[in-house]
């Protein structure tokens, strides 16, 4: 699986962005999906994560009610809507896959095989 994300930039405090990660290989509809984020000087961390069927979601304590994890199967892409941004949520971000993610390794990066170059989201005070 080969994962291309897009959707970053710059917004201010409170604005939205819509982060895409297209996916190639048929494997994608198998596979679990997760966006993780690292800031500079910091780890990599997770936002959100959904099961290959979209049936469950999961989210970090930081970003849910405001962040919306979803995919579409048919075009190979998943998709995080972040709403009410903050200036923390300043960070590289980046989607992941892998096809045989247990329950318990959804929100560890090193859960997944696959990962995206990453797109910059920075929000402006």
């Known amino acids: 699986v080969q994962l291309q994300a897009s959707g970053g930039g710059l917004v201010q405090a409170g604005g939205s962005l819509r982060l895409s990660c297209a996916a190639s290989?048929?494997?994608?509809?198998?596979?679990?999906m997760g966006w993780f984020r690292q800031a500079p000087g910091k780890e990599r961390e997770f936002v959100a994560a959904?099961?290959?069927?979209?049936?469950?979601?999961y989210y970090a304590d930081s970003v849910r009610g405001r962040f919306t994890i979803s995919r579409d199967n048919a075009k190979n892409t998943l998709y995080l809507q972040m709403n009410s941004l903050k200036p923390e949520d300043t960070a590289v971000y980046y989607c992941?896959?892998?096809?045989?993610?247990?329950?318990?390794?959804?929100?560890?990066?090193?859960?997944?095989?696959?990962w995206g170059q990453g797109t910059q989201v920075t929000v402006s005070s």
């Open positions: 290989g048929r494997t994608f509809r198998v596979c679990a």
């Open positions: 992941a896959a892998d096809p045989s993610l247990s329950s318990s390794d959804y929100y560890t990066a090193r859960g997944y095989d696959y």
């Open positions: 959904i099961s290959w069927s979209g049936g469950s979601t």
